[in-house]
């Protein structure tokens, strides 16, 4: 084969390539000619030899790295991650200390959760501190944008505006200002003119993503792409970027909650599993610095079937109440309903209830409520909701005073949660006057958090423990 020249212009064209067995042809068919598997085609750009010099093909992966001669550790220049300050502590604590030179992170989530409004937030934040920041809009016109930004009252001078769907357009812009980080708002909005496809196709999505992160790597400005995300995990969502960017974010929230949770699913710079916490206000996104507290604030005194469960996220407790309610069915099978934990736990406590501890739930429907809108994924929230179902059932209040944590086992034993130091100190922060966990040596060696500790083997004795006697209306014991 000739190779072409250095110096002529890279070409471009556009294939179909077979998502299942790489096969190419010129032209999309909807079946794929060689493993005749259907709709399997994608538009894909390719670019002739000189546009891609270490020699195309795999490379082209990965931007920014210079060749593939294999050197020594100690060959490699250190690059030394100067984080990039952000004002808002909620934020920069999920990125891991501050927005690291040439990442690229993308941030989902669902429409209308805020993921514009913080990060402008954030885009103002930067400016006002770190360099002229641009703000790319595909989805809203300037003048929106602007109705926004000054609703937020936002005004940093080296804040810019740009709103483009194209690919080159959004491109040139970054290139003309020369900013330290972009915000793309969003990155399903966005298209190259090179691919047939239509924004927000599989194939767009890649290639406006593979784009702008050797943009990113070669200029090292940062940049952050929104990505909606639809209940579905629609097709063409985010999830194909994840593997192709350095940091992935979601921002969670039920629509009717003013809690925001900003969460880091993925990171190459910093911890995972970390969040942020915001309410959603009049004024935009407001960080929340006690979280536990305002998770606690509405909670009643006194009340059945309320648990409040010491619960770890990444690596910060939360305080967060368990509601549940028992109520007789009308239905022959029982219904059981959970809201901010797993569907499959909730069975599996209610069946070790039933069996375990003998209680009468054939003829209950159960009704879970994690209160917030919060969404716990930790085993640790099995015991606060054994003992707010036990509390309803039984009419009997928990101590308002004490704090859960601990997995159920099908014997109805209680296994040992991490981190509990860690726990029992928020808990103490925050008045509590006892915690009731799984016993353990680890449980054992604690002391002097100012929390009284009482160690359980199993959920009877967890029952025993945490459970106040029956209060009748009058406040008089039953
Ligand atoms: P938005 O940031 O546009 O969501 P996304 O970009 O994730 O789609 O915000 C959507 C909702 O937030 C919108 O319904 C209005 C509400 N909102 C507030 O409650 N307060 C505010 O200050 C702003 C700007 C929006
Ligand atoms: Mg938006």
């Given at each position: 084969m000739n190779r072409a020249p250095t110096h002529v212009m890279p070409k471009t064209r556009t294939q179909y390539v077979c998502r299942e067995c790489g096969a190419k042809t010129p032209r999309w068919m909807g079946r794929c000619p060689e493993c005749e598997g259907w709709n399997t085609l994608e538009e894909r750009v390719e670019r002739g030899p000189a546009a891609s010099a270490n020699g195309g093909g795999r490379a082209r992966l990965v931007p920014g790295v210079g060749s593939a001669r294999p050197v020594r550790l100690a060959e490699i220049e250190a690059i030394s991650f100067d984080r990039l300050a952000v004002p808002i502590g909620e934020f920069s604590r999920v990125l891991g200390g501050g927005i690291v030179p040439g990442s690229l992170i993308l941030i989902g989530g669902d429409p209308g959760v805020g993921k514009s409004t913080l990060l402008?937030?954030?885009?103002?934040?930067?400016?006002?501190?770190?360099?002229?920041?641009?703000?790319?809009?595909?989805?809203?016109?300037?003048?929106?944008?602007?109705?926004?930004?000054?609703?937020?009252?936002?005004?940093?001078?080296?804040?810019?505006?740009?709103?483009?769907?194209?690919?080159?357009?959004?491109?040139?812009?970054?290139?003309?200002?020369?900013?330290?980080?972009?915000?793309?708002?969003?990155?399903?909005?966005?298209?190259?003119?090179?691919?047939?496809?239509?924004?927000?196709?599989?194939?767009?999505?890649?290639?406006?993503?593979?784009?702008?992160?050797?943009?990113?790597?070669?200029?090292?400005?940062?940049?952050?792409?929104?990505?909606?995300?639809?209940?579905?995990?629609?097709?063409?969502?985010?999830?194909?970027?994840?593997?192709?960017?350095?940091?992935?974010?979601?921002?969670?929230?039920e629509r009717y909650h003013t809690y925001r949770l900003l969460r880091s699913?993925?990171?190459?710079?910093?911890?995972?599993?970390?969040?942020?916490?915001?309410?959603?206000?009049?004024?935009?996104?407001?960080?929340?610095?006690?979280?536990?507290?305002?998770?606690?604030?509405?909670?009643?005194?006194?009340?059945?079937?309320?648990?409040?469960?010491?619960?770890?996220?990444?690596?910060?407790?939360?305080?967060?109440?368990?509601?549940?309610?028992?109520?007789?069915?009308?239905?022959?099978?029982?219904?059981?309903?959970?809201?901010?934990?797993?569907?499959?736990?909730?069975?599996?406590?209610?069946?070790?209830?039933?069996?375990?501890?003998?209680?009468?739930?054939?003829?209950?429907?159960?009704?879970?409520?994690?209160?917030?809108?919060?969404?716990?994924?930790?085993?640790?929230?099995?015991?606060?909701?054994?003992?707010?179902?036990?509390?309803?059932?039984?009419?009997?209040?928990?101590?308002?005073?004490?704090?859960?944590?601990?997995?159920?086992?099908?014997?109805g034993e209680l296994r040992s949660v991490g981190q509990l130091e860690l726990r029992l100190r928020e808990a103490a922060k925050l008045g509590f006057e006892c915690a009731v966990v799984p016993r353990s040596p680890a449980a054992h060696a604690l002391r002097g958090l100012g929390i009284e500790l009482v160690q359980a083997a199993s959920l009877r004795e967890a029952t025993r423990a945490a459970l106040l006697p029956q209060a009748a209306p009058d406040g008089s014991e039953a």
């Open positions: 402008v937030q954030v885009a103002d934040a930067v400016a006002r501190g770190a360099g002229p920041v641009l703000y790319v809009s595909g989805e809203e016109s300037l003048a929106q944008i602007a109705l926004r930004a000054r609703r937020l009252g936002l005004d940093a001078p080296d804040l810019l505006f740009a709103s483009d769907t194209d690919l080159a357009g959004v491109m040139e812009a970054i290139e003309s200002t020369g900013p330290t980080v972009v915000v793309v708002d969003s990155v399903q909005s966005i298209y190259s003119s090179e691919l047939e496809a239509s924004p927000g196709s599989v194939s767009q999505l890649r290639e406006c993503t593979l784009r702008l992160m050797h943009l990113a790597k070669n200029s090292g400005v940062s940049i952050f792409l929104i990505g909606h995300v639809t209940k579905e995990g629609a097709i063409a969502g985010p999830k194909v970027l994840e593997h192709m960017v350095d940091t992935v974010l979601y921002l969670e929230g699913t993925k990171n190459r710079f910093g911890p995972t599993h970390e969040v942020g916490v915001f309410e959603m206000g009049e004024d935009g996104m407001i960080e929340v610095a006690n979280p536990s507290a305002q998770f606690l604030a509405e909670r009643g005194d006194g009340t059945t079937g309320s648990a409040v469960l010491v619960t770890m996220e990444g690596t910060r407790p939360l305080l967060v109440e368990v509601q549940a309610l028992a109520s007789r069915t009308s239905l022959a099978i029982p219904r059981r309903a959970g809201n901010g934990i797993e569907y499959n736990r909730l069975l599996l406590v209610a069946a070790v209830l039933s069996r375990r501890l003998g209680l009468p739930l054939h003829d209950q429907d159960l009704y879970v409520n994690v209160v917030g809108g919060l969404r716990i994924d930790e085993p640790a929230v099995d015991l606060a909701v054994a003992l707010a179902i036990v509390s309803s059932v039984r009419d009997r209040p928990i101590d308002p005073r004490t704090v859960v944590a601990g997995e159920v086992g099908l014997s």
